[in-house]
């Protein structure tokens, strides 16, 4: 299970580990500035240690890489961003004979679930893994209440430089 952060992994988690042995999946390439990056990463291994579960930190802190495919890609920056993340945990299940990969996007409201769910079923292909969808958006109050409950770090954007741009001067920035 790919994991973007411990808020969005407590839901999906909770509803996994009953039907599978889940284990983590940590690289977020995308994530802007460093210090987000860290935080975000030591809550998840907080997270990973209280609930047992196993993690994989995969690659380096990458900003650089991810910035150089998005900066010029405006309107497909999302769609980077999403393919290399599940690109990467659907080549890591391959490699580790692991019949499934999935994605915690799936439980924020905010993220393209279709894009996700296009990506995971052609990286899926790609790979010869199953893509595990599940739409997790219903359980986000309940997982947003147990985040707090846990002092887990909660982000204010979703990761990259574009979105904490968009996060604190608005949308409209790319018309000034």
């Not at 996007?105 to 052609?122: D, F, M, P, T, V």
Request: with cysteine; proline share 2%; aromatic share 18%.
């Amino acid at each position: 299970m790919h994991i973007c952060c411990a808020p969005c992994a407590i839901m999906p988690f909770e509803h996994l580990k009953n039907e599978f042995d889940v284990t983590g999946f940590w690289f977020n390439h995308n994530i802007h500035p460093v210090t987000e990056y860290y935080s975000r990463q030591k809550s998840v291994k907080d997270f990973s240690k209280e609930v047992n579960l196993h993690l994989i930190k995969h690659g380096k802190y990458g900003l650089v890489d991810f910035v150089k495919k998005a900066v010029f890609a405006d309107t497909k920056r999302c769609f980077i961003c999403y393919y290399d993340r599940l690109d990467a945990a659907a080549e890591y299940a391959k490699e580790n004979d692991y019949k499934y990969f999935t994605t915690t996007l799936l439980y924020s409201k905010r993220q393209n679930h279709e894009l996700i769910q296009e990506i995971g079923y052609a990286l899926a292909k790609k790979y010869g893994v199953e893509f595990y969808y599940s739409d997790f958006r219903p359980y986000w109050t309940e997982g947003r209440e147990k985040a707090i409950a846990n002092g887990y770090y909660r982000q204010k954007y979703c990761g990259c430089i574009f979105s904490e741009m968009e996060r604190y001067l608005g949308k409209e920035v790319n018309k000034m």
